[in-house]
C-alpha cells in the first residue's frame, strides 16, 4: 500500500512540531511547510516570524523530514487582513483567527499541500476530527483548557476530510513532554498569543496605522460623561482595562466596562460592574450561519452554544431562517456579547458550526 503523504503546517511552536513527530512516527511520508503571512512590519520588535522559522528548521533536522516556506502574505492581506479592517470600522470586533483557518489554513495552505501531492494536511490545532455516517465531524479536544475547535467551526466536508489534528487526544502536559523528549529545542517555547500571523504588538498603537483616530466621548447609559476615547474602533464589548475613567464622585468603586458603541453619535456607551444588567443579554442574532455537515441541526431541541474563545458552553434554543441567519435564546443571559465575534453551536463534543454575531 502507497505511503499517504502528510503536509503539516509548522510555525516553530510546540504543538505543530510535535504533530509533525507524531506524523513521522505513525509511518506518514511527512512535509513540513513554514507560512510567511505578514510583511508590512516584520521586524526585530514584534514580529518573531524569523525566529519562529528557524526552530521550525530546526525542529525539521531533527525529526527528519524537509521544510519548505511559503508565503501567503497577498492572500492574507486580500481575505483576512481587509475584513479585519472593515469590521473594525464599523464597529464591530472581528476574529481573525477564525477566517485565517477558514481562508488560508484550510484553503491557500491546502491548495498549496494539494500541489505538492498531499493526501492529507495536518495542523497542530487541539481538535479532534471523526467520519460518522459518511460525514466528517469536527470535535473538541481532550484537552478542554486548550481545544481550539471554536476557531475551526468555517471548516467545510472538503477540507475536514483532508485534516489531521494529531494532537487533539493529547494534554499540552503530554505535547511539551513528548517535545522534550525528543530533544525539539522548543519544548519550553510559550504559546504565541495576538492576531494570527501578526503576532503580539500593542493593539491600539498597530490598529491606529490602520485607521483614522475620532475622539469622543464616554458616557453612561443616562447620557452622563464620565471620560473621551481613542475612536471607537479600538474598544470591544466587555472591555475593562485601557479605559482611563477615575473614581470620580459620583463612582462606586466598581471597575467601568465597555457596554455598548453609539456609533452615529461617536460615544461609548461604559458601565459599573462586572454584573450591570446592560452587560448581559439572554438573545442574540448571527448572520453568515455555516454548518459543518451542510445542513441546518434539527431546531426542535437544545443545544449548547459559546459566545467567546474562553467561555462554557451556555444551553441555548436556535431558530434558523433563509438567508443564513438564526436567533439564539439562552436559558442564562449572556455577558458582553460583541457584534462581529463568533456564535458557535455545540451538541455535546461536537461542534456543529456557526455564525457571526450581529
Known amino acids: 500500500m502507497a505511503v499517504k503523504r ?20 505513525q509511518g506518514y511520508d511527512v512535509i513540513g511547510l513554514f507560512m510567511k ?16 522559522l528557524i526552530d521550525a528548521v530546526s525542529v525539521a533536522d531533527v525529526i527528519g523530514i524537509p521544510i519548505e516556506a511559503v508565503n501567503f502574505a497577498k492572500e492574507y492581506k486580500d481575505r483576512v487582513f481587509s475584513y479585519f479592517l472593515r469590521e ?11 477566517l485565517c483557518n477558514s481562508e488560508i489554513k484550510f484553503k491557500a495552505f491546502l491548495d498549496h499541500a494539494m500541489r505538492l501531492g498531499a493526501d492529507f494536511i495536518a495542523m497542530g490545532h487541539y481538535a ?9 465531524q469536527l470535535l473538541k479536544a481532550q484537552d478542554a483548557s486548550k481545544d481550539q475547535s471554536y476557531f475551526l467551526h468555517r471548516l467545510n466536508q472538503a477540507q475536514l476530510s483532508k485534516a489531521l489534528f494529531p494532537i487533539g ?12 523528549k525528543h530533544h525539539l529545542a522548543n519544548h519550553a517555547k510559550r504559546d504565541s498569543t495576538g492576531i494570527c500571523f501578526i503576532g503580539e504588538r500593542p493593539f491600539r498603537e498597530f490598529l491606529n496605522r490602520y485607521l483614522p483616530t475620532q475622539p469622543g466621548d464616554m458616557i453612561t447609559p443616562e447620557g452622563k460623561v464620565v471620560g473621551q476615547h481613542q475612536g471607537l474602533s479600538f474598544y470591544t464589548l466587555g472591555q475593562r482595562q485601557g ?29 459599573q460592574g462586572h454584573d450591570h444588567p446592560a452587560l448581559l443579554t439572554p438573545h442574540l442574532d448571527a448572520m453568515e450561519m455555516h454548518w459543518i455537515s451542510g445542513h441546518a441541526p434539527d431546531i426542535t431541541r437544545g443545544y449548547a452554544a459559546k459566545t467567546r474563545y474562553r467561555q462554557h458552553d451556555a444551553a441555548c434554543r436556535i431558530s434558523t431562517s433563509p438567508g ?5 435564546d439562552f436559558s442564562e443571559p449572556q455577558w458582553a456579547v460583541t457584534p462581529g465575534q463568533s456564535v458557535v453551536v455545540y451538541d455535546g463534543e461536537i461542534c456543529l458550526g456557526g455564525g457571526i454575531i450581529t
Open 128 to 136: 479532534q476530527v471523526r467520519e460518522a455516517d459518511g460525514l466528517f
Open 243 to 271: 479605559l482611563g475613567i477615575g473614581g470620580g464622585k459620583e463612582s462606586t468603586g466598581e471597575p467601568w466596562f465597555v457596554a455598548n458603541k453609539d456609533m452615529a453619535n461617536n460615544r461609548l456607551i461604559v458601565v
Open 37 to 52: 503571512n505578514w510583511e508590512d512590519d516584520d521586524d526585530e520588535e514584534h514580529c518573531s516570524s524569523r525566529e519562529d
Open 324 to 328: 443564513g441567519t438564526a436567533a439564539f
Open 88 to 98: 473594525y470600522e464599523a464597529g464591530r470586533t472581528p476574529n481573525p483567527d477564525i
Open 169 to 180: 487526544k493529547l494534554l499540552k502536559t503530554e505535547v511539551r513532554e513528548i517535545a522534550r
Open 6 to 25: 502528510v503536509v503539516v503546517g509548522m510555525s516553530g511552536g510546540v504543538d505543530s512540531s510535535v504533530s509533525a513527530l507524531l506524523l513521522k512516527q
